[in-house]
């Protein structure tokens, strides 16, 4: 996944450059947190189908009650806005996880499984580097040392699974398929 949308501008951008096609790859969207006004009161959020009986939603959000019913996160959560498709670049910063109201944008999730969990590569700037892309591989630390899961899989990756589902079903990338 790094390979295809991060490490030198990513596999699928270059080749969308490289077949001349128009303008900006873009990715589908599922849901990017960074839509709320705040993460206050906001315990654990992901951008990620949790499907329960009878149920599908598009993301899990867990906020303390006083938040979630204030006026500013209702008319988010209510909201009839339609996610669009993203440039590759607004996807990768857009956020996928909450925990305790601190942000982990899809390149940190991204790098994180490469660089910590996927076993293939050590990235020794990751622990002395971007501060940023620190607490968000510190966020996802202790998610996974909690031993969180979404339908059953552990949140990380479950989130990357996600991303490549996004990935494959835009309608940019279904284009370059045919």
């Not at 959000?61 to 938040?67: D, N």
Request: charged share 30%.
């Amino acid at each position: 996944m790094r390979r295809l949308l991060v490490d030198k501008g990513g596999d699928l951008a270059r080749l969308w450059r490289a077949e001349d096609r128009p303008g900006t790859l873009r990715i589908a969207e599922v849901a990017d947190l960074r839509r709320f006004p705040h993460w206050k009161g906001l315990g654990y959020g992901i951008a990620y189908p949790v499907r329960m009986p009878g149920v599908e939603l598009a993301e899990l959000l867990l906020w303390k009650v006083e938040e979630a019913e204030s006026p500013e996160i209702q008319a988010v959560i209510n909201s009839d806005k339609q996610d669009a498709d993203l440039s590759i670049q607004e996807f990768l910063m857009s956020v996928c996880v909450v925990s305790n109201e601190r942000p982990v944008r899809r390149l940190d999730l991204i790098t994180y499984i490469a660089n910590r969990r996927g076993g293939a590569h050590l990235d020794r700037r990751g622990r002395s580097g971007d501060p940023r892309r620190r607490a968000a591989h510190e966020v996802l630390d202790s998610l996974s040392a909690g031993n969180w899961q979404v339908n059953q899989r552990d949140a990380a990756f479950a989130q990357l699974v996600t991303i490549g589902r996004n990935v494959v079903d835009s309608p940019d990338v279904q284009s370059m398929l045919a």
